[in-house]
């Protein structure tokens, strides 16, 4: 009997241990039903988050949400991410969107191998974008570990930052 729960034991661990790493992948980081676009005064290179630079005028967004997991999976789904109705904007350029492209980049605070603390910037490639902002992304980023305080932000083909959530 003793060596019957020893054997059941021993396979209840080797279960766990052969489950973990699908569970732990599949772990979210960091699930978000909303986003800020950038304001004043983020716009442009004078207060960058993350490393990187606010767009150059500024912008609103109607939804965005998401989620990160541990083995760096993402899905992103915005609307209406588009250019406010600003005085600094010309008015034509209002409530559009003039980027035919967007990436996401997810931002950690992560561990180097000297153990100093660094920002790591992890891009997707480009993903379609409307004229009036909507855009879905799934992808797989090579995320740090650790991934500490994730920023996730939807940004232009030359990473300034349109819409941020997370931190």
């Not at 912008?59 to 993402?74: F, L, Q, S, T």
């Not at 997810?106 to 409307?130: E, H, I, K, Q, Y």
């Not at 980023?141 to 030359?158: G, N």
Request: glycine content about 10%; charged content about 15%; hydrophobic content about 45%.
């Amino acid at each position: 009997m003793i060596e019957m729960r020893h054997a059941v034991r021993a396979a209840f661990a080797l279960a766990a241990m052969v489950l973990a790493p699908a569970s732990i992948a599949s772990e979210k980081v960091l699930a978000f039903e909303t986003m800020a676009g950038v304001g004043r005064p983020y716009t442009g290179g004078s207060n960058p988050i993350r490393g990187l630079s606010g767009g150059g005028l500024p912008w609103i967004i109607r939804v965005g949400k998401g989620e990160v997991k541990a083995d760096g999976r993402i899905e992103v789904k915005v609307r209406g991410l588009v250019i406010a109705d600003d005085p600094a904007v010309p008015p034509a350029r209002r409530l559009t969107n003039p980027s035919a492209n967007f990436r996401v980049v997810v931002s950690c605070l992560t561990v180097d191998a000297s153990g100093a603390a660094v920002t790591a910037n992890r891009s997707t490639g480009d993903f379609p974008a409307t004229p009036t902002g909507d855009a879905d992304v799934e992808a797989a980023l090579d995320l740090p570990s650790p991934c500490i305080a994730p920023v996730v932000l939807v940004t232009s083909s030359t990473g300034a930052w349109f819409a941020a959530t997370g931190g």
